[in-house]
């Protein structure tokens, strides 16, 4: 199991990025959660068997078609989640 923290930069606010991590997410199987962080990046944090956090990762680098992602900070993160959620605070 491999947990993760993800602050994703650039135009991902807005773009419909969070909804599309979870689908992602869902679809590869990662628990988590994400959300919008007040200085206009989205933060997550993610946890999975390995590849399928670096699928997500990798996934996380381009985003959803009208995002525009300048860089990921990641590091590692504790905690035990169920299932992925898109949280609003």
Request: a neutral charge; glycine letters at 8%.
């Given at each position: 199991?491999?947990?993760q923290?993800?602050r994703?930069?650039?135009r991902?606010?807005?773009?419909?990025f969070?909804?599309?991590?979870?689908l992602?997410?869902?679809?590869l199987?990662?628990?988590g959660?994400v959300?919008?962080?007040?200085?206009?990046?989205?933060?997550a944090?993610?946890q999975?068997?390995?590849e399928?956090v670096?699928?997500?990762i990798?996934?996380?680098r381009?985003?959803?078609?009208?995002?525009r992602?300048e860089?990921i900070?990641?590091d590692e993160a504790?905690?035990?989640?169920n299932?992925?959620v898109?949280?609003?605070?």
């Amino acid at each position: 199991m491999r947990t993760q923290r993800l602050r994703v930069h650039g135009r991902v606010q807005g773009v419909w990025f969070r909804e599309s991590m979870r689908l992602e997410a869902e679809r590869l199987e990662v628990a988590g959660w994400v959300r919008n962080a007040p200085d206009g990046t989205v933060e997550a944090v993610i946890q999975g068997a390995p590849e399928a956090v670096e699928a997500l990762i990798e996934w996380a680098r381009q985003g959803p078609p009208l995002a525009r992602v300048e860089r990921i900070e990641i590091d590692e993160a504790q905690g035990r989640y169920n299932g992925f959620v898109k949280r609003t605070d």
